[in-house]
């Protein structure tokens, strides 16, 4: 059995994964730490357009697919190009950025 690492969610993205090349910080926005740490079975966000949803979102499922082994994670959305719009900028590119990633969900694959 894998063995499950005790760290946060939002430690974990910034020890490993990649936001647009760069480290992803959370200087100076403590309110995400409870949103991305969020142990709660559901949860609902009300915020105004450009706060970070989709990048939080995205930060969630990332961190919750590597930290808890065999959890299934599904991003829903109104139309496929809005789900494909997500998956190619937010996560897609992480895997790009992130080499740590990359070896944990690609293993035979270099860099």
């Given at each position: 059995?894998?063995?499950?690492?005790?760290?946060?969610?939002t430690d974990f993205l910034q020890k490993i994964v990649r936001l647009d090349g760069n480290e992803w910080?959370?200087?100076?926005?403590?309110?995400?730490?409870p949103i991305i740490?969020?142990?709660?079975?559901?949860?609902?966000?009300?915020a105004a357009r450009q706060?970070?949803?989709?990048?939080s979102l995205a930060g969630i499922?990332?961190?919750n697919?590597?930290?808890?082994?065999?959890?299934?994670?599904?991003y829903v959305s109104p139309t496929g190009k809005q789900t494909g719009v997500f998956s190619r900028k937010k996560i897609d590119e992480?895997?790009?950025?992130?080499?740590?990633?990359?070896?944990?969900?690609?293993?035979?694959?270099?860099?």
């Open positions: 059995m894998q063995e499950v690492i005790k760290i946060s969610n910080r959370f200087d100076g926005r403590p309110y995400i730490f740490n969020n142990k709660f079975k559901r949860s609902i966000l009300m706060t970070e949803k989709s990048t499922l990332l961190a697919a590597c930290l808890r082994p065999n959890l299934s994670c599904l992480c895997f790009e950025t992130s080499k740590h990633l990359r070896k944990c969900f690609y293993p035979g694959v270099k860099g």
